[in-house]
C-alpha cells in the first residue's frame, strides 16, 4: 500500500480555476474538479467556486466529519448551516419537487475526490549542490521523509538521486522525515527573533556520486 501524499496550503491553492479546482478540510486534500464539471453551469456550485483552493474544514463538524448543522429560526428544524449559500447535495430548506436525493453519498463523503493529506506543519529547507554550489529553498511538509522532499526536489535537478544527500558531514537516512535525522525545525524561532529564514534554515548538502541517475 503506497503511503499518502502530502501537500503544502501553498499547493492546494494552486489549484484555483474552474478547469482544476482543489479544496482542503479536516486534514484531507480533494479534488473537486470532476465535481465542478458534473454540475457545471449550476448555482450551487457558486460557494464551492468562491472557495477554490483555500481550506474549508469552519464548513465541517470535526467530530462527525459532516456539514454543520444549526436550528432554524423559522421551522425550529435541525438544517445544515451554509452561511455563504446552499450548494451541492444540500438539501433545500424546504421540500420540492425538484430536487432528487439519489446521488449516493455527498461530495464531501466521497473519497474519490481524495488526493493526500494536508500538512500539519511546513518548514523551509535550504539544498545545496556542492558540485555546482547551487542553493535551493525548498518548502516541504514535515511528514515528509527524504526521500519524498527529494522528489520535490526533481523539478530543480533530476539527477537528485545521484547525490549522497548529507546534514553536518553525516549521511542521511532518506526513508526517515527532517526531524527524525536531527534536523529541527527552527521556523518559529526565527519568526520570534526575526531572523531571516532564507538565510538561515538548515540546510542540506548534495555530494556527486558520479552516476547519472534520473527518476
Known sequence: MRPP???TPNEVSLHNTLGDLWVSYLGKVYDLTPLVNEFKGDVLLKPIIECAGKDISHWFDPKTKDILTHIDPLSGCMKYY???G?????????PRTDWTNDFGRPWWRDTQYEVGLLS?????????????SQE?????CSEENLNEILQRYLHYNSHAASY???HNCVNLDMSKTLEENGIPDEDEDFYNRRMDRD????????YFNDDLTEL
Do not use: A, D, M
Not at 446552499?86 to 424546504?94: A, E, L, S, T
Not at 500539519?120 to 555546482?132: D, F, M, S
Not at 538565510?199 to 548538502?205: A, G, R
Open 5 to 7: 501524499k502530502y501537500f
Open 82 to 84: 451554509t452561511p455563504r
Open 86 to 94: 446552499r450548494f451541492v447535495h444540500v438539501p433545500p430548506p424546504c
Open 120 to 132: 500539519v506543519k511546513t518548514r523551509w529547507i535550504r539544498i545545496i549542490n556542492t558540485l555546482t
Open 136 to 140: 535551493q529553498g525548498l518548502e516541504v
Open 164 to 166: 549522497t544527500w548529507k
Open 199 to 206: 538565510l538561515f534554515s538548515q540546510s542540506i548538502c548534495l
